[in-house]
């Protein structure tokens, strides 16, 4: 019994190791394996939450853990990714008389990417001390942060959309994007859990919305719609705020 109770933080463990090696990745500019382990990451995220559930193996330090772990493979990671596009883009760097000189704009825009590891740790402190949050969110949430930086990079390699590519070849867009993401997390916007404690329509009419919109573009676009996915969350989270399923204060 020790040691089961032990499980869900191995598993968090888990989700930190492959926060890191994204990071090794990332560094080493293979971001599309870098992006496969963010997501290895949010699969060993959502797995220990469960197993906690299932085991009643709660703790102090599991949640603490939790948050650490989130902060490296939602935060670091994906920042790490937005880095990278913007240095490796091609109008990072530009050649004058057979010199390659660095533009000061894109220089300073690559490290503009700190905001996302900065307010994605700031917004999980604020989560471990908000009793409010325990069915529903105040601010997107870290992974879904994560997964709306990798969809773009998945998208971009696997399907023949132009806009797909052209997003993550300029340190404007990726900037803006990066800007917008990192105010998310720290907003006050509420968001929709996904946990469901019962398969009923009734109380889960964000969640039904979401899964439906997410299938019908998967089946009718493939895997260039996963840049939608992250919108249809903050659809879905308006839409079950004016249903009244979310109580957020």
């Known amino acids: 019994m020790t040691l089961i109770k032990h499980i869900p933080n191995f598993i968090t463990s888990l989700n930190l190791t492959a926060g890191f090696i994204a990071i090794i990745f990332a560094a080493n500019n293979d971001l ?15 797995t220990d939450g469960f197993s906690a559930r299932l085991l009643k193996a709660y703790s102090s330090i599991g949640k603490e853990l939790d948050s650490l772990a989130d ?9 790490m990714i937005i880095y990278k596009l913007i240095s490796i883009s091609p109008s990072f760097t530009t050649t004058i008389s057979g010199y390659s000189w660095i533009s000061s704009y894109t220089f300073f825009s690559g490290y503009i ?13 604020k989560f471990n001390i908000d009793s409010t949050q325990t069915i ?3 601010g997107l949430p870290t992974p879904a942060n994560a997964f709306a930086v990798i969809s773009v990079v998945i998208a971009a390699k696997y399907s023949e959309i132009a806009v797909l590519k052209s997003i993550t ?3 404007v867009i990726l900037s803006v994007y990066t800007v ?5 997390m720290v907003s006050r916007i509420p968001m929709l859990s996904l946990k469901m404690t019962n398969f009923r329509i009734k109380g889960n009419e964000g969640r039904y ?7 019908i573009s998967v089946i009718t676009s493939g895997i260039s719609s996963a840049p939608l996915i992250i919108p249809f969350y903050l659809v879905a989270s308006l839409i079950s705020r004016f249903f009244g399923s979310e109580a957020i204060e």
């Open 169 to 171: 070849e300029s340190p």
């Open 136 to 138: 529903s969110f105040k």
């Open 180 to 184: 917008i993401l990192s105010l998310m």
């Open 71 to 79: 902060v490296v493979s939602f935060g670091v990671a994906p920042a």
């Open 113 to 125: 990417a700190v905001l996302m590891p900065v307010c994605a740790a700031l917004r999980l402190a």
């Open 32 to 46: 599309m394996t870098s992006s496969w382990f963010i997501l290895a990451a949010m699969l060993f995220d959502f």
């Open 209 to 215: 919305i979401l899964l439906g919109l997410v299938l």
